[in-house]
T-cell receptor, first 109, second 112 residues
Framework: GQNIDQPTEMTATEGAIVQINCTYQTSGFNGLFWYQQHAGEAPTFLSYNVLDGLEEKGRFSSFLSRSKGYSYLLLKELQMKDSASYLCAVRDDNYKLSFGAGTTVTVRA | IAGITQAPTSQILAAGRRMTLRCTQDMRHNAMYWYRQDLGLGLRLIHYSNTAGTTGKGEVPDGYSVSRANTDDFPLTLASAVPSQTSVYFC???????????FGEGSRLTVL
């Protein structure tokens, strides 16, 4: 099975940067995903890491260290619309995805 | 519009009743999944199907069954609903590389 940990809540100011950490312990690893979920909506895909290092996509970046079982999602130039839950998910060797409980980010003006 | 359609959007159900949540996709994805989402627990995998004609158990399969008669449809059945099955259910599909999940809009189920 998978054990995936991420903080429950984070608050930041509009225009600032927020880093959401995710640690995992897995019986196999075949990639790590980040999803965004606005309240009452379905999750949507943000990023994917399978090799160590940083993946940048506009204002969002995701980092992976497989040896440490660690990832982070970096949100830059925060906007009010970035207020949402961010879900860390790990794919195992059978290509099944397990999710962390999610981090609720609140952006304040 | 291509994507995943779930029905019903919301349902209140008496305990002991049978219920089927429907899921249809038009993206021709091979893999499909059912997750439930509960506050503080995140998304948990119930059942999955890697291709039409095959299914597998996820993390929390008890009390649920699925079938995959064709590529497009993946219904989830609760044979005899219990209050602990009150949740938001998401159907998802994936294909290709990196194989990210595409989610339906969810079905909110309340069992009384």
């Amino acid at each position: 099975g998978q054990n995936i940990d991420q903080p429950t809540e984070m608050t930041a100011t509009e225009g600032a940067i927020v880093q959401i950490n995710c640690t995992y312990q897995t019986s196999g690893f075949n990639g790590l995903f980040w999803y965004q979920q606005h309240a009452g909506e379905a999750p949507t895909f943000l990023s994917y890491n399978v090799l160590d290092g940083l993946e940048e996509k506009g204002r969002f970046s995701s980092f992976l260290s497989r040896s440490k079982g660690y990832s982070y999602l970096l949100l830059k130039e925060l906007q009010m619309k970035d207020s949402a839950s961010y879900l860390c998910a790990v794919r195992d060797d059978n290509y099944k995805l397990s999710f962390g409980a999610g981090t609720t980010v609140t952006v304040r003006a | 519009i291509a994507g995943i359609t779930q029905a019903p959007t919301s349902q209140i159900l008496a305990a002991g009743r049978r219920m089927t949540l429907r899921c249809t996709q038009d993206m021709r994805h091979n893999a499909m999944y059912w997750y439930r989402q509960d506050l503080g627990l995140g998304l948990r995998l119930i059942h999955y199907s890697n291709t039409a004609g095959t299914t597998g158990k996820g993390e929390v399969p008890d009390g649920y069954s699925v079938s995959r008669a064709n590529t497009d449809d993946f219904p989830l059945t609760l044979a005899s609903a219990v209050p602990s099955q009150t949740s938001v259910y998401f159907c998802a599909s994936s294909a290709g590389d990196p194989g990210e999940l595409f989610f339906g809009e969810g079905s909110r189920l309340t069992v009384l």
